[in-house]
Protein backbone atom coordinates (compact mmCIF):
# COMPACT_ATOMS: atom_id res chain seq x y z
CA UNK A 1 0.00 0.00 0.00
CA UNK A 2 1.53 3.37 -0.81
CA UNK A 3 0.38 6.53 0.02
CA UNK A 4 -2.57 7.17 -2.62
CA UNK A 5 -3.83 3.88 -1.76
CA UNK A 6 -3.51 4.82 1.86
CA UNK A 7 -5.47 8.07 1.10
CA UNK A 8 -7.98 6.14 -0.97
CA UNK A 9 -8.74 3.60 1.55
CA UNK A 10 -9.43 6.41 4.02
CA UNK A 11 -11.74 8.09 2.01
CA UNK A 12 -13.58 4.69 1.64
CA UNK A 13 -14.16 3.60 5.16
CA UNK A 14 -14.60 7.57 6.11
CA UNK A 15 -17.48 7.48 3.39
CA UNK A 16 -18.99 4.53 4.28
CA UNK A 17 -19.23 5.56 7.97
CA UNK A 18 -20.63 8.65 6.85
CA UNK A 19 -18.91 11.25 7.95
CA UNK A 20 -17.04 14.06 7.22
CA UNK A 21 -13.57 14.59 6.82
CA UNK A 22 -13.68 17.79 9.10
CA UNK A 23 -16.01 15.66 11.05
CA UNK A 24 -14.09 12.61 11.84
CA UNK A 25 -10.89 15.45 11.95
CA UNK A 26 -12.28 16.56 14.97
CA UNK A 27 -13.55 13.67 16.71
CA UNK A 28 -10.13 11.94 16.35
CA UNK A 29 -8.80 15.68 18.52
CA UNK A 30 -7.17 16.50 15.45
CA UNK A 31 -7.82 20.09 13.56
CA UNK A 32 -10.67 20.44 10.93
CA UNK A 33 -8.22 19.97 7.77
CA UNK A 34 -6.32 17.08 9.02
CA UNK A 35 -8.52 14.09 7.46
CA UNK A 36 -8.65 16.37 4.12
CA UNK A 37 -4.80 17.30 4.26
CA UNK A 38 -4.09 13.23 4.70
CA UNK A 39 -6.37 12.24 1.87
CA UNK A 40 -5.34 14.89 -0.79
CA UNK A 41 -1.70 13.68 0.19
CA UNK A 42 -0.79 16.48 1.75
CA UNK A 43 0.23 15.19 4.59
CA UNK A 44 0.83 11.93 6.62
CA UNK A 45 -0.51 10.71 10.01
CA UNK A 46 2.41 9.70 12.66
CA UNK A 47 1.61 6.37 13.72
CA UNK A 48 -0.68 7.32 16.81
CA UNK A 49 -2.52 8.93 13.90
CA UNK A 50 -3.23 5.64 11.89
CA UNK A 51 -4.14 3.98 15.47
CA UNK A 52 -6.70 7.11 15.96
CA UNK A 53 -8.10 6.43 12.87
CA UNK A 54 -8.67 2.75 13.00
CA UNK A 55 -10.45 3.33 16.02
CA UNK A 56 -12.71 5.67 14.97
CA UNK A 57 -13.47 3.75 11.85
CA UNK A 58 -13.69 0.74 13.85
CA UNK A 59 -11.38 -1.37 12.31
CA UNK A 60 -8.14 -2.97 13.21
CA UNK A 61 -5.12 -1.62 11.72
CA UNK A 62 -4.62 -5.01 9.63
CA UNK A 63 -7.93 -4.68 8.65
CA UNK A 64 -7.31 -0.94 7.35
CA UNK A 65 -4.15 -2.55 5.33
CA UNK A 66 -6.46 -4.90 3.80
CA UNK A 67 -7.48 -3.71 0.33
CA UNK A 68 -9.10 -6.81 -0.23
CA UNK A 69 -11.63 -6.05 1.82
CA UNK A 70 -14.10 -2.69 1.09
CA UNK A 71 -15.60 -3.56 4.34
CA UNK A 72 -13.94 -5.18 7.13
CA UNK A 73 -16.02 -4.48 10.20
CA UNK A 74 -19.10 -6.07 8.22
CA UNK A 75 -16.60 -8.69 7.18
CA UNK A 76 -15.58 -9.54 10.58
CA UNK A 77 -19.11 -9.04 12.43
CA UNK A 78 -20.04 -11.87 9.86
CA UNK A 79 -17.26 -14.39 10.45
CA UNK A 80 -18.09 -14.11 14.52
CA UNK A 81 -21.51 -15.34 14.08
CA UNK A 82 -20.18 -18.10 11.25
CA UNK A 83 -18.01 -19.45 14.17
CA UNK A 84 -21.02 -20.12 16.20
CA UNK A 85 -22.73 -22.31 13.42
CA UNK A 86 -22.17 -26.58 12.88
CA UNK A 87 -20.29 -28.29 9.93
CA UNK A 88 -23.75 -28.62 7.89
CA UNK A 89 -24.46 -24.79 8.13
CA UNK A 90 -21.05 -23.57 6.57
CA UNK A 91 -21.34 -26.23 4.12
CA UNK A 92 -24.51 -24.37 2.75
CA UNK A 93 -23.13 -20.97 3.42
CA UNK A 94 -20.32 -22.19 1.66
CA UNK A 95 -22.53 -23.20 -1.49
CA UNK A 96 -24.65 -19.76 -1.14
CA UNK A 97 -21.12 -17.43 -0.98
CA UNK A 98 -20.12 -19.71 -4.34
CA UNK A 99 -23.30 -19.02 -5.48
CA UNK A 100 -23.06 -15.03 -5.18
CA UNK A 101 -19.49 -14.89 -6.39
CA UNK A 102 -20.33 -16.57 -9.86
CA UNK A 103 -22.89 -14.18 -10.80
Given at each position: ????D ?16 R ?24 L ?39 D ?10 KG????
Amino acid sequence: MDEKDFAMRLARLREKKGVSARDMSLSIGQNPEYINNIETGKSKPSLDGIFYICEYLGVSPSQFFDMGSPNPSKLDSIIEDMKKLNDQQLDTISVLVKGLIKK
